[in-house]
């Protein structure tokens, strides 16, 4: 095999030596990740061991043979990178960690060395989305659903491949929805709303009085701004950055017949005005994201809490309701204090009018394996509902 190196790479392409010639091609990564520096030809012979080791080396391995070949390499790649080493090699002891934070961290880190191993794996894709590979599925629907229009022949990792073709699945099956009887259908790259609790509270907690309007902050699937629109919320004005979240909320929020109740907005946390409910579900955890994805997950520096909180108050009718849906997850991680959320809350003239707690449901609170197990098994979900103080 032989290994081709970039003197100065290109951010969008990718370059290889193959045939004793010199090639290059666009590069697509979802999750922001460069294109790998140094590439070999894999195929059909190519040895599951050699292939990690290459992988961890940050090599990566265009493939060129079976396309239901190269998926089972990429279920051997992951197996020993679970496990830490190659078939029938011991993993290495893990570090015990000394905290609930240093925990988190370790988690993080094994997580993102996993992924870029794991990335190294390509695929190649020609003229409207078809894959030049034997027994290649066809993907056209789904790469339309992420990526748009197709463009050009682009290299793009094994393993997002096949997150987009679980993604468009999932868009076509929906997640059942107990609070609204009926179920949400999520778009690639927005979060799905699978934590259902959370729902639940936004549809049994009492409303304040006269709330015929509401402000949904991050609207991603249109989730809540549905339970809003069903419980009899004439006027719902709906926000986010993300493109591919409004997109997504005005296809379930037509499908859920709620859509003339909605409004979406393109906007940084709130829309203009005020209303007597105010409802946001910010990402729980204050931590760097490694994909946009996450940005549904983490919040570096609780920048979008605090700004929903310093806001909040100014977009408030008299008597209104701030809604704060919030997991304590990032306390028992040691990462953010009860205390510095109190804080802030009443640095931004706010109080808190009532907390509505429920216990998460999810399979990891009661998975003893998992790194975090203390942390999730301790985990409760609140409904912090703020006045001005």
């Known amino acids: 095999m032989s290994v081709q190196t970039s003197a100065s790479p290109d951010p969008l392409h990718i370059h290889w030596e193959e045939n004793g010639e010199q090639h290059s091609a666009r590069w697509r990564s979802e999750a922001g990740m460069p294109p790998p520096k140094r590439v070999v030809i894999a195929d059909d012979t190519t040895n599951a061991d050699v292939a990690y080791r290459l992988a961890c080396e940050g090599t990566a391995l265009l493939w060129r ?7 089972q390499l990429l279920q051997a790649l992951a197996r020993r990178a679970d496990h830490k080493g190659g078939k029938g090699k011991k993993a290495k002891p893990a570090k015990v960690p000394s905290s609930p934070t240093e925990a988190f961290h370790l988690h ?11 990335a190294m794996l390509l695929i190649p894709f020609d003229e409207g989305y078809t894959i030049p590979l034997r027994r290649a599925p066809d993907v056209k629907l789904a790469c339309n659903e992420a990526y748009g229009r197709y463009e050009e022949p682009f290299i793009a990792s094994m393993r997002e491949l096949l997150g987009l073709i679980g993604a468009h699945e999932w ?3 929906g997640v059942e929805i107990p609070a609204l009887g009926a179920r949400i259908h999520p778009h690639y790259g927005v979060f799905s709303p699978v934590r259902g609790e959370y729902v639940q509270m936004v549809a049994d907690a009492p409303l304040p009085k006269n709330a015929a309007l509401a402000f949904d902050i991050g609207v991603g699937t249109g989730v809540l701004s549905a339970v809003l629109a069903k419980r009899g919320v004439a006027r719902v004005i709906a926000t986010d950055q993300d493109q591919r979240a409004l997109s997504c909320a ?7 017949g709620v859509d003339q109740q909605v409004e979406l907005q ?10 007597p409910l105010v409802v946001c579900n910010p990402p729980w955890v204050p931590a760097r994201p490694s994909s946009p994805i996450e940005y549904a997950v983490y919040d570096p520096d609780s920048r979008m809490l605090r700004g929903f909180l310093s806001g909040l108050s100014a977009h408030l009718t008299p008597g209104g309701e701030g809604w704060l849906i919030l997991s304590d997850l990032a306390e028992h991680l040691g990462l953010r204090p009860r205390a510095q959320l109190l804080e802030w809350i009443a640095a931004a003239g706010l109080k808190v009018i009532d907390r509505i707690d429920v216990r998460p449901i999810h399979p990891r609170a009661s998975d003893a394996t998992d790194p975090l197990h203390a942390a999730r098994a301790a985990e409760v979900t609140s409904l912090w509902k703020l006045g001005a103080a």
């Open 65 to 71: 043979g079976d396309f239901q070949n190269a998926r």
């Open 266 to 275: 393109v906007a940084d946390l709130f829309p203009e005005g005020r209303a």
């Open 171 to 173: 868009r076509r099956t």
């Open 108 to 118: 993080r880190q094994a997580q993102s060395q996993r992924a870029r191993t794991l």
């Open 250 to 256: 005005r296809e379930n929020l037509a499908l859920l």
